[in-house]
C-alpha cells in the first residue's frame, strides 16, 4: 500500500496543502473557492483605489502632494486655468490658412499652409505674407471644421505680414493689444490652427524685446519680441497673446539653430501696416533715392565737430533726379544725425524713415570733407 505524503505552501494569499500520491499532486476540494474569495478581496481594494474610494484605509506609500506643499500646487492650478482661459477665448479667431495654386484648368493643388487670426467681425484676417505668398487662391478653415473662401487684401513683405478677408460675418475676433507696455519675463500664449478643428497652444515669457530681424528683401524688421514658447512651421501668423488675450505679437519665424527661441512681430507694427493697407491699398515707406553703406568716422573729424558718432553713413550712389539729388546731397557724403538722431548704420536710416510720413520733410546732417551741412530732404513714396 502506498502512502501519502502532505506539505504546505505559503507563498500565495494563503496557504495550500498539496497531497503527494505516486508522484501527483492533489489540491484540496475547498482550495478553490478559498482563492477566489480571497483574489476578490484583492481586486474590490484595487478598485477602491482606482476610484479614488479609499476611506478607512491607510495608503502607505500613496504618492500624494502633502498638505505643506497644497500653495505651490494652487499656484500652478491658476497658471494652468489662466492659460485655459485666454485659449477658450481666443481659440475660436485662430483659423488655418491654406495656399493653393493652379493645378491647370479649375483644379488647384494645396501648397502649403499656416495660421492667422481674424481681427475683425466681418472677416478680416492678420497672417503672415509667406504663408499666402504666390497664392492663386486662399481658404480658412475655423475651428469648429468649417472652410470659408479668401481673398488676399494686401501684403507687406518687409514686415513678413499680409491682411486677407475670409468671406463670412459675425465671427469672432481677437483684440490687438499694446505691445509697446510689454515686459521681459512676461507670460505669453502663442496658437496656431496648422492642421484646422483644433488650436495648437504653447506657453512662454518674454524673453528679449527690441529685437531686430532681417526681411527677405533684406529690410531690418525693428523691435522683435523674442520668446520662449515652442513654435511648430504651422503655426506661422498664428497670435502671440497675453494673459488677458490681447494679441501682442503675430507669430513669424523660428530659427533652427536656436532650439526654443521663437519671434514675433509686435502688434504695434502690425496695426500700423494693417491701417496703411486698408487706406491705402499697400504699405507706403519713404525713398530717399541714395545708395550708402556704414564707415568709421576719424576720430579727428569726430573730435573737430564735436559728435558722439564712431560711424557714419556714407553715400556711394545717388539717383538720378531722386530726392536727395535735388536736396543737394552728393557721393562721399557721409551722414552722421537724421532729425537730430545719431546715425551710424544704414539700418538707423531705415528706423529713422519709418517713423515719418511720406512726403515729409526731413533733417540731414552731412560730413563733406571737413565740412559740416545740414541738408533738408523729402522722401517721396518707393516704388515696389
Known amino acids: 500500500m502506498l502512502g501519502f505524503s502532505e506539505f504546505t505552501v505559503n507563498a500565495l494569499p494563503l496557504p495550500i496543502h498539496l497531497h503527494s500520491f505516486r508522484g501527483y499532486f492533489l489540491v484540496e476540494p475547498n482550495f478553490t473557492t478559498k482563492l477566489e474569495q480571497v483574489m476578490d478581496d484583492h481586486c474590490q481594494k484595487a478598485l477602491r483605489y482606482l476610484s479614488g474610494n479609499t476611506a478607512g484605509t491607510t495608503p502607505n506609500g500613496s504618492c ?6 497644497a500653495t505651490e500646487v494652487e499656484l500652478l ?11 477658450d477665448a481666443v481659440g475660436p479667431a485662430v483659423l488655418m490658412v491654406s495656399k493653393r495654386k493652379s493645378g491647370g484648368g479649375n483644379s488647384y493643388v494645396q501648397e502649403g499652409a499656416g495660421s492667422g487670426v481674424i481681427i475683425a467681425p466681418d472677416g478680416y484676417i ?10 492663386d487662391a486662399i481658404s480658412v478653415t475655423k475651428q469648429d471644421g468649417t472652410t470659408l473662401d479668401a481673398v488676399l487684401i494686401g501684403t507687406d513683405p518687409a514686415t513678413d505680414l499680409a491682411v486677407i478677408r475670409a468671406n463670412g460675418s459675425d465671427l469672432h475676433y481677437a483684440v490687438l493689444g499694446d505691445s509697446g507696455k510689454l515686459k521681459a519675463g512676461q507670460l505669453v500664449i502663442a496658437i496656431g490652427n496648422p492642421f484646422g478643428f483644433n488650436s495648437t497652444v504653447s506657453t512662454g515669457v518674454v524673453s528679449a524685446l527690441g529685437r531686430a530681424l532681417r ?28 494673459s488677458r488675450g490681447r494679441v501682442v505679437g503675430i507669430n513669424t519665424a523660428i530659427i533652427s539653430i536656436a532650439q526654443g527661441i521663437g519671434f514675433s512681430v509686435p502688434a504695434d507694427t502690425a496695426i500700423w501696416v494693417i491701417s496703411e493697407i486698408l487706406v491705402h491699398g499697400r504699405v507706403r515707406r519713404g525713398y530717399l533715392g541714395l545708395a550708402a553703406q556704414q564707415r568709421p568716422l576719424d576720430r579727428r573729424l569726430a573730435r573737430l565737430h564735436n559728435l558722439q ?3 557714419g553713413v556714407e553715400v556711394v550712389g545717388i539717383n538720378p533726379k531722386g530726392p536727395s539729388e535735388r536736396a543737394g546731397i552728393k557721393k562721399g557724403d557721409i551722414i552722421i544725425s537724421v532729425e537730430g538722431k545719431k546715425t551710424e548704420s544704414v539700418d538707423d536710416l531705415h528706423h529713422t524713415l519709418a517713423d515719418h510720413a511720406v512726403g515729409n520733410s526731413i533733417e540731414l546732417v552731412i560730413l563733406r570733407r571737413q565740412e559740416r551741412i545740414v541738408l533738408t530732404v523729402t522722401p517721396v513714396e518707393v516704388i515696389q
Open 309 to 311: 558718432n564712431n560711424y
Open 215 to 242: 526681411s527677405r528683401d533684406g529690410r531690418l524688421i525693428e523691435n522683435i519680441i523674442q520668446h520662449t514658447a515652442p513654435l511648430n512651421p504651422g503655426n506661422s501668423g498664428g497670435p502671440l497673446v497675453d
Open 64 to 69: 500624494r502632494i502633502k498638505n505643506e506643499d
Open 126 to 135: 492678420l497672417t503672415n505674407n509667406h504663408v499666402v505668398e504666390g497664392a
Open 77 to 87: 492650478d491658476s497658471y494652468s486655468r489662466a492659460v485655459i482661459t485666454v485659449v
